[in-house]
Antibody
Protein backbone atom coordinates (compact mmCIF):
# COMPACT_ATOMS: atom_id res chain seq x y z
CA UNK A 1 0.00 0.00 0.00
CA UNK A 2 1.49 3.28 -1.09
CA UNK A 3 2.07 5.80 1.69
CA UNK A 4 3.29 9.38 1.59
CA UNK A 5 4.78 11.36 4.48
CA UNK A 6 5.61 15.06 4.51
CA UNK A 7 8.48 16.50 6.53
CA UNK A 8 10.20 19.83 6.88
CA UNK A 9 10.30 23.02 8.85
CA UNK A 10 7.06 23.93 10.59
CA UNK A 11 8.04 27.56 11.09
CA UNK A 12 9.44 29.83 8.41
CA UNK A 13 10.28 33.52 8.66
CA UNK A 14 8.73 35.99 6.21
CA UNK A 15 10.74 36.43 3.00
CA UNK A 16 12.53 33.12 3.51
CA UNK A 17 12.10 29.85 1.61
CA UNK A 18 9.75 27.10 2.70
CA UNK A 19 11.19 23.61 2.12
CA UNK A 20 9.28 20.35 2.42
CA UNK A 21 9.96 16.76 1.45
CA UNK A 22 7.53 13.95 0.75
CA UNK A 23 8.82 10.43 1.35
CA UNK A 24 7.10 7.70 -0.64
CA UNK A 25 6.94 4.18 0.76
CA UNK A 26 5.27 0.98 -0.36
CA UNK A 27 6.15 1.58 -3.99
CA UNK A 28 8.64 3.22 -6.31
CA UNK A 29 8.28 6.86 -7.21
CA UNK A 30 9.53 5.93 -10.67
CA UNK A 31 6.98 3.25 -11.50
CA UNK A 32 3.54 3.37 -13.03
CA UNK A 33 3.97 6.61 -14.95
CA UNK A 34 2.52 8.64 -12.10
CA UNK A 35 3.22 12.25 -11.26
CA UNK A 36 3.72 13.75 -7.82
CA UNK A 37 1.99 16.80 -6.45
CA UNK A 38 1.75 19.37 -3.69
CA UNK A 39 -1.51 20.89 -2.44
CA UNK A 40 -2.05 23.30 0.43
CA UNK A 41 -4.90 24.35 2.70
CA UNK A 42 -4.82 27.57 4.74
CA UNK A 43 -6.36 27.15 8.21
CA UNK A 44 -10.12 26.92 7.93
CA UNK A 45 -10.08 27.33 4.15
CA UNK A 46 -10.22 25.23 1.01
CA UNK A 47 -7.69 23.34 -1.06
CA UNK A 48 -5.21 24.92 -3.47
CA UNK A 49 -3.14 22.92 -5.93
CA UNK A 50 0.50 24.10 -5.96
CA UNK A 51 2.05 22.01 -8.72
CA UNK A 52 3.27 18.64 -9.83
CA UNK A 53 6.28 16.93 -11.30
CA UNK A 54 5.60 14.45 -14.05
CA UNK A 55 7.24 11.04 -14.26
CA UNK A 56 9.31 12.55 -17.09
CA UNK A 57 10.74 15.12 -14.68
CA UNK A 58 8.96 18.09 -16.20
CA UNK A 59 6.97 20.31 -13.90
CA UNK A 60 3.70 22.22 -13.99
CA UNK A 61 2.87 24.87 -11.45
CA UNK A 62 -0.18 26.85 -10.40
CA UNK A 63 0.14 30.11 -12.36
CA UNK A 64 -0.57 32.09 -9.20
CA UNK A 65 2.52 30.61 -7.50
CA UNK A 66 4.70 29.78 -10.47
CA UNK A 67 7.33 32.47 -9.89
CA UNK A 68 8.04 31.18 -6.37
CA UNK A 69 7.66 27.38 -6.63
CA UNK A 70 10.13 24.63 -7.39
CA UNK A 71 9.23 20.94 -7.24
CA UNK A 72 11.97 18.35 -7.65
CA UNK A 73 12.35 14.60 -7.30
CA UNK A 74 15.12 12.44 -5.82
CA UNK A 75 14.52 8.98 -7.23
CA UNK A 76 17.44 7.48 -5.29
CA UNK A 77 15.68 8.39 -2.05
CA UNK A 78 12.15 7.75 -3.37
CA UNK A 79 11.03 11.24 -2.43
CA UNK A 80 10.08 14.58 -3.93
CA UNK A 81 10.36 18.10 -2.61
CA UNK A 82 8.75 21.52 -2.58
CA UNK A 83 10.45 24.87 -2.28
CA UNK A 84 8.40 28.06 -2.02
CA UNK A 85 10.40 31.27 -1.90
CA UNK A 86 9.68 34.74 -0.52
CA UNK A 87 6.97 33.48 1.82
CA UNK A 88 4.47 35.71 3.61
CA UNK A 89 1.80 35.06 6.21
CA UNK A 90 -0.56 34.18 3.36
CA UNK A 91 1.52 31.05 2.78
CA UNK A 92 0.65 29.69 6.23
CA UNK A 93 -1.15 26.42 5.54
CA UNK A 94 -1.24 22.68 5.89
CA UNK A 95 0.82 21.35 3.01
CA UNK A 96 -0.07 17.96 1.54
CA UNK A 97 1.78 15.80 -0.92
CA UNK A 98 -0.16 13.41 -3.12
CA UNK A 99 0.23 11.10 -6.07
CA UNK A 100 -1.33 12.45 -9.27
CA UNK A 101 -2.58 10.11 -11.93
CA UNK A 102 -5.57 9.94 -14.29
CA UNK A 103 -6.67 13.31 -12.95
CA UNK A 104 -6.88 12.17 -9.35
CA UNK A 105 -4.95 13.01 -6.20
CA UNK A 106 -4.64 9.65 -4.49
CA UNK A 107 -3.28 8.81 -2.02
CA UNK A 108 -2.42 11.83 0.11
CA UNK A 109 0.10 12.34 2.88
CA UNK A 110 -1.20 13.26 6.31
CA UNK A 111 -0.21 16.90 5.84
CA UNK A 112 2.16 19.20 7.68
CA UNK A 113 1.40 22.64 9.06
CA UNK A 114 3.77 25.39 8.01
CA UNK A 115 3.48 28.71 9.80
CA UNK A 116 5.08 31.85 8.41
CA UNK A 117 5.95 34.16 11.26
CA UNK A 118 8.87 36.15 12.57
CA UNK B 1 -8.48 28.58 -15.19
CA UNK B 2 -11.73 26.72 -14.74
CA UNK B 3 -13.71 27.86 -11.71
CA UNK B 4 -15.74 25.36 -9.69
CA UNK B 5 -18.80 26.63 -7.85
CA UNK B 6 -19.89 24.22 -5.16
CA UNK B 7 -23.13 24.48 -3.20
CA UNK B 8 -24.26 24.64 -0.56
CA UNK B 9 -21.28 25.78 1.48
CA UNK B 10 -22.73 24.08 4.53
CA UNK B 11 -25.50 21.59 5.12
CA UNK B 12 -27.22 20.13 8.17
CA UNK B 13 -29.08 16.85 7.81
CA UNK B 14 -30.38 13.99 9.92
CA UNK B 15 -29.10 10.42 10.00
CA UNK B 16 -30.79 8.50 7.22
CA UNK B 17 -31.42 11.57 5.07
CA UNK B 18 -30.56 11.77 1.41
CA UNK B 19 -27.93 14.48 0.93
CA UNK B 20 -27.06 16.20 -2.34
CA UNK B 21 -24.18 18.55 -3.16
CA UNK B 22 -23.73 20.23 -6.51
CA UNK B 23 -20.70 21.50 -8.36
CA UNK B 24 -20.81 23.70 -11.44
CA UNK B 25 -17.84 24.26 -13.74
CA UNK B 26 -17.25 27.56 -15.50
CA UNK B 27 -16.84 25.67 -18.78
CA UNK B 28 -17.37 22.20 -20.20
CA UNK B 29 -15.11 19.66 -18.46
CA UNK B 30 -16.74 16.50 -19.83
CA UNK B 31 -16.55 14.03 -16.93
CA UNK B 32 -13.20 15.29 -15.58
CA UNK B 33 -14.49 15.60 -12.05
CA UNK B 34 -13.67 13.95 -8.74
CA UNK B 35 -15.16 14.13 -5.24
CA UNK B 36 -13.19 14.00 -1.97
CA UNK B 37 -14.15 13.67 1.68
CA UNK B 38 -12.12 15.46 4.34
CA UNK B 39 -12.67 14.73 8.00
CA UNK B 40 -11.39 17.21 10.61
CA UNK B 41 -7.62 17.11 10.98
CA UNK B 42 -7.24 14.57 8.18
CA UNK B 43 -6.16 14.59 4.57
CA UNK B 44 -8.80 14.47 1.84
CA UNK B 45 -9.83 11.02 0.64
CA UNK B 46 -10.91 10.22 -2.90
CA UNK B 47 -14.50 8.94 -3.06
CA UNK B 48 -15.68 9.37 -6.67
CA UNK B 49 -13.59 9.74 -9.82
CA UNK B 50 -14.53 10.62 -13.39
CA UNK B 51 -17.84 12.03 -12.14
CA UNK B 52 -19.55 8.75 -11.36
CA UNK B 53 -17.07 6.00 -10.54
CA UNK B 54 -16.90 4.79 -6.96
CA UNK B 55 -13.39 4.38 -5.62
CA UNK B 56 -12.60 0.88 -4.37
CA UNK B 57 -13.65 0.37 -0.78
CA UNK B 58 -15.99 3.36 -0.64
CA UNK B 59 -19.53 2.54 0.61
CA UNK B 60 -22.20 2.33 -2.07
CA UNK B 61 -24.34 5.00 -0.37
CA UNK B 62 -22.01 7.51 -2.04
CA UNK B 63 -22.61 8.30 -5.70
CA UNK B 64 -21.87 10.93 -8.31
CA UNK B 65 -23.39 12.00 -11.59
CA UNK B 66 -23.21 14.66 -14.26
CA UNK B 67 -21.15 15.77 -17.21
CA UNK B 68 -20.29 18.98 -19.01
CA UNK B 69 -20.71 21.75 -16.45
CA UNK B 70 -23.14 20.37 -13.86
CA UNK B 71 -22.35 17.65 -11.37
CA UNK B 72 -24.04 16.11 -8.34
CA UNK B 73 -22.72 14.19 -5.36
CA UNK B 74 -25.22 12.18 -3.30
CA UNK B 75 -25.22 10.30 -0.03
CA UNK B 76 -28.30 8.08 -0.18
CA UNK B 77 -28.64 7.56 3.59
CA UNK B 78 -26.52 9.78 5.80
CA UNK B 79 -24.50 8.03 8.48
CA UNK B 80 -22.83 9.65 11.52
CA UNK B 81 -19.38 8.84 10.14
CA UNK B 82 -20.12 10.88 7.01
CA UNK B 83 -19.65 14.13 8.90
CA UNK B 84 -16.94 15.89 6.92
CA UNK B 85 -16.26 18.54 4.34
CA UNK B 86 -16.69 17.45 0.74
CA UNK B 87 -14.81 18.92 -2.22
CA UNK B 88 -15.21 18.59 -5.95
CA UNK B 89 -12.09 18.82 -8.13
CA UNK B 90 -11.81 19.20 -11.90
CA UNK B 91 -8.76 18.07 -13.81
CA UNK B 92 -8.82 19.98 -17.05
CA UNK B 93 -5.42 21.57 -16.40
CA UNK B 94 -4.71 23.22 -14.12
CA UNK B 95 -6.66 21.26 -11.53
CA UNK B 96 -8.95 23.30 -9.29
CA UNK B 97 -11.18 22.53 -6.32
CA UNK B 98 -14.61 23.69 -5.32
CA UNK B 99 -14.92 25.74 -2.13
CA UNK B 100 -16.14 22.76 -0.11
CA UNK B 101 -19.38 21.76 1.59
CA UNK B 102 -19.36 21.27 5.34
CA UNK B 103 -21.83 18.54 6.29
CA UNK B 104 -23.18 18.41 9.84
CA UNK B 105 -25.64 16.19 11.65
CA UNK B 106 -28.90 17.88 12.62
Amino acid sequence: QLQLQESGSGLVKPSQTLSLTCAVSGGSISSGGYSWSWIRQPPGKGLEWIGYIYHSGSTYYNPSLKSRVTISVDRSKNQFSLKLSSVTAADTAVYYCARWGSGRFDPWGQGTLVTVSS
Amino acid sequence: DIQMTQSPSSLSASVGDRVTITCQASQDISNYLNWYQQKPGKAPKLLIYDASNLETGVPSRFSGSGSGTDFTFTISSLQPEDIATYYCQQYDNPPTFGQGTRLEIK
